[in-house]
């Protein structure tokens, strides 16, 4: 969040972006002093890499901000996605080739600043979305509150993983 938005908004709003901006935090900071490829490697049982996970919560929120725009259309139908499709879902996770921890930080970057400039000019967080079809969704609709809420948990989520996967990496921790 730049200076401007952080003075101009308060209440609630302020806690929801101060949070995610925290958790955005712990999972750049993860990534610290890494090279392409240490950022591109498994250091666990799991497929995850650390640029992999950047990428993953970058699309996450961007989809997220596209749905509390544009509502269900933005994300699409999951229930009809392809094995392409989810071959394509499959290299967020991952650091393709030519593909850089600036890159994949600087993509991040302007995702978060397009949220947090978003978020003042909201008109109400209650404003509900019908949730994409996909075999996860339990809930019919979600508010934008609730989508601020899981985009944070979502990076609060990875940034713990990714805390994890620096520490297989090289010893460093960023959260303990």
Same mark, same amino acid.
């Given at each position: 969040?730049?200076?401007?938005?952080?003075?101009? @908004?308060?209440? =609630?709003?302020?806690?929801?972006?101060?949070?995610?901006?925290?958790?955005?935090? !712990?999972?750049? !900071?993860?990534?610290?002093?890494?090279? *392409?490829?240490?950022?591109?490697?498994?250091?666990?049982?799991?497929?995850?890499?650390?640029?992999?996970?950047? #990428?993953? @919560? &970058?699309?996450?929120?961007?989809?997220? $901000?596209?749905?509390?725009?544009?509502?269900?259309?933005?994300?699409?139908? !999951?229930?009809?996605?392809? +094995?392409?499709?989810?071959?394509?879902?499959? /290299? +967020?996770? &991952?650091?393709?080739?030519? =593909?850089?921890?600036?890159? @994949?930080?600087?993509?991040?970057? +302007? @995702?978060?600043?397009? &949220?947090? =400039?978003?978020?003042?000019?909201?008109?109400?967080?209650?404003?509900?979305?019908?949730?994409? #079809?996909?075999?996860?969704?339990?809930? &019919?609709?979600?508010?934008?509150?609730? $989508?601020?809420?899981?985009?944070?948990?979502?990076?609060?989520?990875?940034?713990?993983?990714? /805390?994890?996967?620096?520490?297989?990496? *090289?010893?460093? #921790?960023?959260?303990?």
């Amino acid at each position: 969040m730049n200076v401007d938005n952080a003075r101009a @908004v308060t209440g =609630e709003r302020a806690d929801l972006l101060a949070e995610l901006a925290k958790a955005r935090h !712990f999972l750049r !900071f993860t990534t610290r002093d890494l090279t *392409d490829e240490q950022a591109g490697r498994r250091t666990t049982a799991s497929e995850l890499c650390l640029g992999g996970l950047v #990428k993953h @919560v &970058t699309s996450c929120e961007r989809g997220w $901000v596209d749905f509390i725009l544009e509502g269900a259309s933005a994300m699409g139908d !999951f229930t009809q996605m392809t +094995e392409e499709d989810w071959k394509r879902r499959a /290299d +967020e996770f &991952t650091m393709l080739p030519g =593909e850089t921890l600036a890159g @994949v930080l600087d993509a991040y970057a +302007e @995702v978060a600043h397009r &949220t947090d =400039e978003l978020v003042p000019t909201l008109p109400d967080l209650d404003l509900q979305h019908e949730l994409p #079809k996909a075999p996860w969704n339990t809930d &019919t609709h979600w508010s934008i509150r609730r $989508v601020l809420l899981h985009i944070t948990a979502e990076t609060a989520q990875h940034a713990g993983h990714a /805390d994890i996967i620096r520490e297989s990496l *090289d010893g460093a #921790k960023s959260m303990g």
